[in-house]
């Protein structure tokens, strides 16, 4: 089930990197270089920040281009719960959650708006494979 989902997951044209960081230690730049790192285009979203890892920033989901039907959260819980509503409104299909970012209440959000949602703790960076250098 969650092999397929993935592969949902990983068809996108282009990825949303949502709390994408300059800080190259946090998770939310890692994932964002995780995608670079395999040749995919991933868009960072981080409102503080111009550019990320080379790649312009986008403020919000909403700014995303429609070629992004994927993002990945790197947010707390309570930031994932106001982003999900956005992201089912900006027309995104699958989100997922890394570990660390899940809240019911959004899972619950996706899934009764048949988004194909990612939040049983799988890592996108253990799942790709993912070097620090």
């Given at each position: 089930?969650v092999s397929q ?105 996706c899934r009764q ?21």
């Amino acid at each position: 089930m969650v092999s397929q989902q993935i592969e949902r997951f990983l068809a996108s044209p282009a990825f949303g990197v949502i709390g994408a960081s300059a800080n190259r230690h946090k998770y939310g730049n890692k994932v964002l270089r995780c995608y670079q790192q395999h040749g995919s285009r991933a868009i960072p979203v981080n409102p503080n920040e111009s550019e990320i890892e080379g790649t312009p920033c986008v403020a919000g989901v909403a700014d995303l281009p429609p070629e992004v039907k994927s993002i990945s959260m790197i947010t707390p819980p309570a930031v994932t719960e106001q982003i999900v509503p956005l992201a089912i409104a900006h027309g995104i299909e699958n989100i997922w959650m890394q570990p660390g970012s899940e809240s019911p209440l959004a899972v619950d959000l996706c899934r009764q708006h048949n988004i194909n949602v990612i939040a049983d703790g799988s890592c996108i960076l253990v799942v790709l494979g993912y070097h620090d250098h």
